[in-house]
């Protein structure tokens, strides 16, 4: 199965009991069920202590800190033994970027077992009661006790972890209204979620208070982070350096300028498609039909923000 996108990690995770809602879904999963597959994840060493974990199924960062791991999330839960088996040691600390079932999947396993989560408040109040999907008409149920956040936060936070300084903060209604970044400051990786995305289309979660124009400011707030050595890490895609950060914020940035102007000036996603407002940037995009309807989502939801006085 080619897994590409969240959705379609959802339906992989949950497809098999759709429409049982009798049955107590995630929850009662059996460890087995819940990791079928044990092999380990394909890993990469960004620094002597930082590991990156690939294909669960996007990307986590492992911090090795002498007295456990701490994880920044924790892929779509059938992956979660792999992750789990890709692992130099018990996860003692994970951080969720966001609340989407590929980043917490494995919040469950890890919970259970003892790690303290973290995550942006949002995260938590997402994670602590079922969510709809809109572009599915569905619900997801929500994830059991032992998945949801612990340690929330609204701002920035810091914490040691063995030698390291972790910084951790929230990006604004970048991808979601959750998103935060973790920054491990000793070894210069930065870890994104999906608040940068190099590879597959960017995502505007719009239901759930992600926008373009969030999206900008977020991506300044990282650059302002990192540095040239700085090793960046979205939740898909290579890892990315400062300049590639700088060359997707000023498409990202050209977008905005254009599908702003464009949302005061009465047209709709459609009309901009066909104005060939996504042959403007240097970037093909799957699908940039859905690509504009998010975007116009997010736009008539923070209206006020660039659209001037209403009444
Ligand atoms: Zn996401």
Known sequence: ????????????????????????????????????????????????????????????VALSSGDGVLLVDSGAEPMARSVQASLPARVRTL?????????????????????????????????????????????????PEAARPTETFRQTGEMTAGDETVEYGYLLEAHTRGDIYVFFRDSNVLAVGDVASPQRDPSLDWYAGGWLG??????????????????????YGPVM?????????????????????????????????EMGVMDEVDREFEDPQKFLYDVMKGLWAHYTNFGGATV
């Not at 079928?36 to 294909?55: N, Y």
Request: proline share 4%; glycine share 10%; net charge negative.
């Open 241 to 273: 350096s400062r300049a590639d950060l700088q060359a997707e914020r000023d498409m990202m940035t050209h977008l905005y300028d254009r599908t702003t102007e464009l949302c005061v000036t009465g047209h709709s996603a459609e009309d901009m498609y």
């Open 95 to 143: 951080f969720n970027t966001h609340y989407h079932a590929d980043q917490t999947g494995g919040n469950a396993l890890f919970g259970e077992e003892g790690a303290t989560i973290h995550a942006h408040e949002i995260t938590r109040q997402w994670l602590s009661a079922n969510y709809y999907v809109p572009a599915e008409d569905r619900w997801v149920p929500a994830p």
């Open 214 to 235: 969030g999206r900008v400011d977020a991506m300044d707030d990282l650059l302002a982070m990192v540095n040239d050595d700085t090793k960046i890490v979205p939740a």
């Open 1 to 60: 199965m080619k897994i590409t996108d969240r959705r379609s990690v959802l339906k992989a995770g949950l497809g098999g009991l759709a429409g049982a809602a009798s049955l107590p879904l995630i929850g009662g999963l059996s460890a087995c069920a819940r990791g079928a597959s044990a092999e380990p994840l394909a890993t990469q060493a960004l620094t002597d202590r930082v590991m990156l974990v690939t294909g669960a199924p996007g990307n986590l």
